[in-house]
């Protein structure tokens, strides 16, 4: 096998949180903070085109007229109910129990017993990705992980490829010999700007956006049918994507053409 370590996203990616985590955190985060605003799951639909979560609050305080004018007070408000929002959402995530997509934990296991490296590469902030990660692989999920880079770690976000170049040299590999999960143009377009391959898993969100230049792109990483290109047919006991179909994919994507 020529994959030597695969690289994640977190929202969307590994759990779908986006609606029915860092939504309804804000939303009480707005309440925490005496705001009488409400994200409905169109609006935030909206706002995941602008990636991290300050930077969302800015977006929408700056389309709301009962937001501060001045800029300098918008970024204060931003900060503190984004704080808010941080120190609501483990609590929330432990109370839903919010699961991770499935197939996931299969491919992450997978990886473990091959040797093959894992890191997080999101620009979600560290607490929100712990959270998550400490619900599902226990109090010592950081040792499944050779990269952690997260929303503090960078100057720029996604798209901007910076989470992945500092990924990259954590995880101490090159892009040829890594792999992008991802679920959002954003996140495929930083993958991409490394030249990193991008297997694409469409989320709630994202389920009908247009992506360029990914490698595989398809439903969930718990199915095998309608994927592009296809996945290699195999037994009835074979379910899911496994470390050899993406392996594959790479090597179909390195082929010369005919």
Known sequence: MNLKAVLWDVDGT???TERDGHRVAFNRAFVACGLPWHWSEARYGELLAITGGRERLLRDMSERPDAPHCADA???LARRIHEAKNAIYPDLLRHVRLPLRDGVMALMQECRSQGVRMGIATTTSRVCVEALLRLHLGA??????????????VRHKKPDPEVYVRALLQARVCPSQAVAIEDSPAGA??????DMPVVLTRSSYFADSTFHGVMAIGPGLD???GWSPDVVREGPDVTGIRLADIDRWVSQARAPHA
Do not use: I, P, S
């Not at 990269?147 to 503090?152: D, Y």
């Open 74 to 76: 918008r970024d204060a």
């Open 14 to 16: 590994l759990a779908e």
């Open 189 to 194: 377009a930083a993958a991409h700007a490394v």
């Open 223 to 225: 199915q095998r049918a």
């Open 140 to 153: 010592d999920w950081l040792q499944w992980f050779d990269a952690l880079v997260c929303g503090e770690d």
